[in-house]
């Protein structure tokens, strides 16, 4: 019977380890929960943080998991399944806000445009899905970046581009807009990437509470727009939506 590699063990009760709790936790900490000696301890959190598994303060010198760990567990969820969790909430939201609709997800330092549904009226469209869009100034780069660790850093070390005159640019006023979106549990673009176009967004979680997408509508602003703010009953209609596409990838009941 093959033996399982003492290391790799010792690796993975590390990383739950680091799981388990709100803090962030130091060498003897670990070293202690999981009866190693301290240069054992070290070397595997060296290891694992040159992967990208685990990350160190500058500041205090204690560690905490990541952000390729999540990079990895979205691997997990098929594009695929999320688009066909997506397909009827979407159609729906497209009905009831006569707008636009769009789902995207973090790729390449910006966002990919996996499924879209075209506004419900006789105007000529075009299908955008496989097109990308900036994280730093559309609703679905903010939601992302608010709410997904590797789409923050993605956004924060990326060049952010003034579209418009509207565009936020500065490292700051970007941070002040993803607090506003966490506390709001939304994110607007109101002509910060095109001219005369307001959108709205939310995040999509999966069965693990992890962030793996986003959907939003996308229209003209003195439709989406009332009295320089999104319309309230839109924006109720895209958290819906999220949720109703969460609760079908496992997420329960937020």
């Known amino acids: 019977m093959a033996r399982n590699i003492q290391s790799l063990e010792r690796a993975a009760a590390m990383l739950r380890l680091l799981a388990g709790g709100e803090r962030r936790l130091g060498l003897s900490e670990v070293a202690s929960a999981l009866g190693l000696a301290k240069g054992t301890a070290h070397g595997i959190l060296r290891t694992l943080q040159a992967e990208g598994f685990v990350e160190q303060d500058p500041a205090s010198g204690r560690y905490q998991l990541g952000a390729e760990l999540l990079r990895l567990g979205n691997s997990y969820l098929d594009v695929h399944e999320l688009r066909a969790r997506a397909l009827v909430w979407t159609d729906d939201l497209a009905r009831s806000s006569g707008e636009s609709v769009y789902v995207g997800v973090l790729h390449q330092q910006g966002v990919l445009i996996m499924h879209h549904v075209f506004r419900p009226d006789d105007s000529r469209q075009v299908l955008e899905v496989g097109a990308m869009q900036p994280l730093h100034s559309t609703a679905l780069g903010k939601v992302l970046s608010a709410f997904d660790p590797v789409a ?91 949720r109703s596409v969460s609760r079908d990838l496992g997420a329960g009941r937020f």
């Open 152 to 242: 923050h850093t993605e956004a924060v070390d990326g060049e952010r581009t003034a579209f418009t005159p509207r565009t936020v640019t500065t490292a700051a006023g970007f941070e002040e807009l993803l607090d506003l979106a966490r506390a709001r549990g939304w994110a607007s673009d109101m002509e910060e990437t095109w001219d005369g176009v307001a959108s709205v967004a939310a995040p999509i979680f999966d069965r693990r509470r992890m962030p793996v997408g986003a959907v939003g509508v996308t229209g003209a602003v003195e439709r989406v727009c009332k009295d320089g703010e999104v319309r309230s009953e839109l924006v109720a209609a895209v958290r819906d939506c999220a």
